[in-house]
């Protein structure tokens, strides 16, 4: 990428995520429903750290923090960076205010600007990373905003519905044929370390679902009974399901017998056509084994995906659970330094997720994207596409 | 009290609340630290909602409320009005935003208007209920404020610190003869429900301090290891204090060997000639038992205020724990209807404070007022007043 | 009391110990059902520890501990005799063993022998403390068996059911006129240190009920709604309530439309005239509401009892809940060393009962007896009696 | 198998769990020392019960139960079975006796004597499978009991300590140069279904260790800080770390400088020379990475196994963790009807451990087999073997 168009991305992602912002208010952008997620105006604060930080600190003659106490409070998880925040206690953060943090990020851009002139190779890995940071943050932002509004007896609106898909095709299912294959990145474009090094999997016969389990079907599984029968159910998955009480999606809710879903729009009827959103991988797995298929794993996803004809939906609606746990590649190595901390350290009890939502930005994900949450975790743009043996 | 005195003490209770919330933001007034403690636009909707619920709703003819959510949304604890937005989860209400809840506040302010013209007597009593009680939430408007801004590594001001009152007298002690004596309230004045009836009492005879305990006396505790050995504590007091890992008061800091206090006006050097606030029962307890003393019983202190000649610091400094717990009085009948929750449902496990402090509105305290919190409260104006056999 | 006497006492108390472990294995009486419940071994060892440590090893010449592990085993909460093993832990001892358990109590009374052939007045005092001790872990012995008991779905019965009493009687009121009277123990005769010192109270006049309130009374409460309405409890007892799922008495229990109550005699129906035990604070005060009383205070109580003429079932049935917070006696004192921590230090948030129940040992109790336990606990032989205003 | 040597193992299994439980006392054997340990009583049932349910229920002629109570009680987690006791609260049941439990078993194996002599083809898979199932509990009988007299401050031993090993041979590493290669359970005898289907894998080439990790080595890591430093630990693993205060594996002990550990043999000084024993997968983890190498993944261990020369303690010391979290193999099947519930339900968020341990029984793993617990379990004999890219 050239300087100016470099600059130019760079500014692109960063109004993005302002105009993310600006139909909340700075009530909406302080509070922090749950430790899980975080406030708005954290998500400004520390997409802006991040720059400041990694690029910034190195780059700038003179490099003088904005602010030194946001050093702590707006490192994540960064312990070679030093001191954090505590995650839970971010919606304290009544102070700084929404206007000084979003005088952080107009004081980071204008120096940034300077940089973005003339950047070295070093610098634009690390610019990139932080581009890519701030997109995932973008998608994040929606998601912990969604459920903010969730809790509130209110049931605001953040903004328009997405229109409505029409009725969806009937489900296909693709086979493959397996064998020795690859996945993994390789190649000129971006990529997060945890998605390399490309490697040779061996994979069994399989077929994939063409099209993601729709609203409709799901009501179809609990209709047919399926929160009230462990059989479909992973042990720890029914242990969960009681704990919690759930007996549909987070935000399904009933109403004089019909169901109706809490969205970004608002409370709105159920669309049975539209694909399922916001499950947990318990949930996910216990439909599959009721509808008679099994979840796909990462490697047989990935490799469908770059043979993808006749498959829909793959990055446009909701993030698909593989049944893949999430573990490094053969050979992985992480970063050298703070950045080595993006991803490995993340790699255990949490379950892969690929494709992308509604929500994520344009151009951010890719076939080789590897996402990753808790199996609890239901405030995601998460849904299903089935596999089967063959 | 004529109607125009009646509207203008309305007008000032309710201004005066509006400007303990001026030198705060949108965002400052919607979270909440902890669920003990409300948001400032949370004081704000709920003061409002009690003039509409309790006065409106049954005086204004044609009553419509502002906003039907806000009845749920606003009560705090009253079954008989209906449901209740739960109480921790107060700091999640984004929305209604504080601009909507000040123009709650102006309607119903316009609204009294007209009633306030031509009072009954029966509103005479509710409009005077209403008004103490939003003077009550005055203070915990500034408790709660000082508990959140303790949690932000910035430690912000909420305004100027008051001026210092200088060294303190020396500790007197003043002896009361005991007897037959009486307590409650009597007369015109107003008072809570809890506050009756007066009764009679027997005291043996008593010695009060004549001061409060000072950060310099409680500063000598610690240093003697009043911390560390559990025979000073109460075996309840000694779990709490282990298990929350105390060894100093709530808002205090070690800094370098010396103390520093959290407070309304940020951190500051611990001024040894204060009076100690933001102390728990248990740590009162322990302290009087440290100084060869204990706490004083209610009808004891009540006594005392009533012959106050030589006691300083009733009400200005500190509100003072007592010994005794929050039980009706002899013959006490709660309100009927829905005002009768005020105050006799908390009686069981709470522990009397009186006095009043330098939060306490002026003219809001007397020698009958009862406050009462949990033992293991700090974040309120809590101080001590020794007592003593004879 | 002579020598002969009190060695004869002694022996009494010490083998009804005994007695009430004989119908249990060894496995019944290692285990620990819930924190606030000990193992009947730990009732061994610790009534054991008390005479050993608190009288062999001060009059004992050459003492030596019979294991030196079980100072710290066995001992409850003295901190001023040393460590002690945590009280949620005592259920993991299956070492020592029962038998050898048993052997320290054989030893121990065997060493206390040479002793009580010539106590001197201290060790009488002592001896007499250890003894009323060892009665007051004969009900706790039988309380906590009853609770391990209940937990088990096999629903095994420790003994024989006590024979009904018969139809109560119709429930009176008695009329106490007030006035300044006395509470509080004097005289020769042993107490614990919280009945002292006598001394003067003002009482309002007052009734209190002839009778105790029965299962069949409680049962009306229930079918009236009791548990259904908010209106008759404490706000915290509805909390408790609500978070506990409580629809009824801890050990009723609903099969085909008629209670049945779980005792120490197993599974029986309920029997209507019976007395109520094993309710909370909460649901005693609850209760009261409903029936338009409240509860006595406990010099109301203690007032009465020792004017009882018409006053049934004072010390035979149940404990009954008074509306006093257990606090010291104005001129209360502890005793010197150890010992001191026998009852001081648990003066807070807990309620006193008055009276006795079919578990108290013959003899333990008294008219100024103090029992005390949170509002919270209902696995006691605790039951209501009945208060009201003239 | 024929009939006679079918016999013959069921004894010799069924033997061999009663002298494992012959050092213990009935009150040993009936506590439960937290949620994921069983009393050993309860394992006695439980596998008893495996053989009446799945064996005696369908192939004995006018089966009844030796109880019709012990169905509920000793039913782990079949909910295709019916009702179960909660896991938890295992450790309350000190009725049924440990007599009786004992009973239990002698009168189903005295059944079990008559099928045992004409075993149709079901009936020998069914048997196989409980008696495999009991192996897994006679392991699960020692790591309960260690972790049980672990918690007592008497720290009593269960039997005599095995022969130490004695200094291990240096630590080498075997080269596999990977390819496609087959894993999983195939030909005659037996396996558990979570072994199957066996199917083809592609490994990158690797390295793995000749020798487990020792005390020594794990106590250099220690002593370099490992404990100190988050860049050695998974995220999840640091905050576990933290939050349960862990600075040493579960049963080390420090006294004096020097490390003691507390084994079935009880407290004795640490061999640096035997393999390190009882750490969780974070610990293992956070070595591997310390040590600069990884844990292997469970085909990379499978694989080695099976070309093992050079390789020493696969089977015999202590469960080797792997970095692969326990999922269903390529066309897994669980079983039909209750059996079904035996593995499958299980997979997700643990971690597949491989090898044995001491407490294995002889002859009860194999190459192919697949232990699994989640990565906080430390109370196993579980190891590490380390692995590394080539």
Chains 1, 2, 3, 4 share one sequence.
């Not at 898909?165 to 693709?174: A, C, D, N, R, V």
Request: charged content about 20%.
């Amino acid at each position: 990428m050239n300087p100016s168009a470099l600059a130019e991305t760079y500014h692109g992602v960063r109004q993005r995520t302002l105009a993310l912002a600006s139909p909340l208010s700075a009530e909406d952008c302080c509070v922090q429903s749950m430790p899980d997620a975080s406030p708005t105006k954290w998500h400004l604060g520390h997409t802006t750290w991040f720059f400041e930080t990694f690029v910034l600190e190195r780059w700038e003659p003179d490099f003088k923090p904005f602010d030194p106490a946001f050093r702590v409070l707006f490192n994540s998880y960064y312990n070679a960076v030093g001191d954090k925040h505590p995650r839970p206690q971010r919606g304290l953060l009544t102070r700084p205010g929404l206007e000084r943090v979003l005088a952080y990020r107009a004081d980071v851009d204008r120096r940034m600007q300077a940089l973005l002139a003339a950047p070295d190779g070093a610098l634009t890995v690390l610019l990139q990373l932080g581009l890519q940071h701030e997109q995932q943050h973008q998608e994040l932002l929606l998601t912990d905003i969604q459920h903010l509004f969730s809790r509130n007896p209110l049931a605001p609106a953040y903004g328009e519905e997405l229109p409505s898909s029409g009725t969806p095709p009937e489900l296909g299912w693709h086979v493959f044929a397996g064998g020795v294959t690859e996945i993994g990145h390789t190649g000129e474009g971006f990529c997060f370390d945890n998605e390399t090094p490309r490697h040779r999997v061996f994979l069994q016969p399989y077929q994939l679902a063409s099209r993601l389990v729709t609203n409709g079907d799901y009501a179809a599984f609990i209709a047919a009974g399926g929160y009230a029968d462990p059989v479909f159910w992973l042990a720890e998955g029914w242990d969960w399901r009681v704990s919690q009480g759930r007996t549909h999606p987070l935000y399904w809710r009933e109403s004089n017998g019909a169901w109706q879903e809490f969205t970004l729009a608002g409370l709105v009827a159920l669309n049975p056509h539209l694909p399922l959103k916001h499950v947990s991988y318990y949930e996910a797995d216990a439909y599959a084994r009721w509808a008679d298929a099994r979840l796909p794993t990462e490697a047989e996803w990935e490799h469908a995906a770059g043979n993808a004809e006749g498959l829909s939906q793959l990055f446009t609606e909701a993030w698909q659970w593989t049944s893949s746990s999430y573990a490094p590649y053969p050979g992985f190595r992480a970063g050298a330094g703070a950045v080595g901390e993006y991803n490995g350290k993340f790699m255990v009890n949490q379950y892969v997720l690929r494709g992308g939502s509604r929500a994520t930005p344009a151009g951010h994900s890719r076939p080789t994207y590897r996402n990753f949450f808790p199996a609890a975790a239901c405030w995601q743009f998460s849904g299903i596409r089935l596999a089967r043996d063959v």
